[in-house]
């Protein structure tokens, strides 16, 4: 398995659950603890310099494995299933510019928060919205070569696609070669799940994976059990991409650092 970090491009405004400020500070940070990539988050990812990145990535040798669409919604409150058809239109552009980004690294390109929530007394309507919005996703992901993958989201921040059997039927029902699945440990754990028997329900038919630790604290400073969570991994045979999803506690560096530290000695 390869190790990566969430790492904010520069126009995301906050905390968020990635690393911030100067992207190359963050791609040397990164480089200096023996990470393998750097997963991007933007919030409006037509303004990011693919060109710098590419700069940085071979300055590093780093690979960039992901562009993470959350702040998408986080920030822009971009959604699938927006009412106003300006902002559905707003939404895929931002969604296609996401994959435009990806597309020099062969990364995948994600769809969490993205898909919106559902319009009260029109919930069917919405969940058309989002299943149209996927399929042109990914249609034009394949024509860049980037694969869309769907994350569940917990029930308490999303209202459908919330657990992985969702997420693996939601895929099956597709059938779409470029739409995939990744999983998110936290959201995971939200909904219930016995993360070792969902990994092995959805072993073969996901693509990435998001972890943190509880309270969304960097890994290794929580109280989840995650060395048994890479071991449920490795004995599906995966050997994918995991990537750190976490608050920056105390500060970027302990948090980058500690999470490398408990996560490096269960890769295989």
């Not at 904010?8 to 990635?18: I, S």
């Not at 940085?56 to 690979?63: I, Q």
């Not at 919106?116 to 024509?143: C, H, I, M, N, V």
Request: aromatic share 8%; proline share 6%; charged share 25%.
């Amino acid at each position: 398995m390869k190790l990566a970090y969430a790492t904010a491009t520069p126009e995301v405004a906050g905390q968020v659950l990635a690393l911030t400020g100067g992207l190359e500070d963050c791609f040397r940070l990164l480089a200096s603890c023996g990470y393998d990539g750097v997963e991007l988050m933007p919030a409006r990812p037509g303004e990011v310099d693919a060109d710098q990145v590419c700069l940085l990535a071979d300055r590093y040798s780093l690979t960039v494995p992901m562009v993470c669409t959350g702040e998408l919604y986080g920030q822009e409150r971009l959604m699938f299933t927006d009412p106003e058809p300006a902002r559905r239109r707003a939404a895929l552009d931002a969604m296609k510019a996401a994959i435009d980004l990806a597309a020099p690294f062969g990364a995948f390109a994600n769809v969490g928060r993205l898909r919106g929530r559902l319009t009260p007394g029109r919930e069917d309507d919405s969940l058309k919205l989002a299943y149209d919005a996927f399929a042109q996703a990914a249609d034009y992901g394949a024509s860049r070569g980037v694969k869309v993958l769907l994350e569940p989201i917990a029930s308490g921040i999303a209202d459908f696609l919330h657990s992985t059997d969702d997420g693996l039927a939601a895929v099956e029902r597709f059938s779409h070669p470029n739409l995939g699945l990744m999983l998110d440990i936290a959201h995971m754990i939200a909904e219930g799940e016995e993360v070792a028997d969902s990994v092995g329900r959805a072993a073969g038919r996901f693509d990435y994976v998001h972890v943190t630790d509880s309270d969304r604290l960097p890994p290794g400073q929580g109280t989840w059990d995650l060395p048994a969570v890479l071991d449920a991994l490795a004995a599906t045979g995966y050997d994918g991409w995991v990537s750190v999803e976490s608050r920056q506690f105390p500060d970027p560096a302990t948090a980058a650092r500690s999470a490398y530290d408990l996560l490096r000695p269960g890769q295989t």
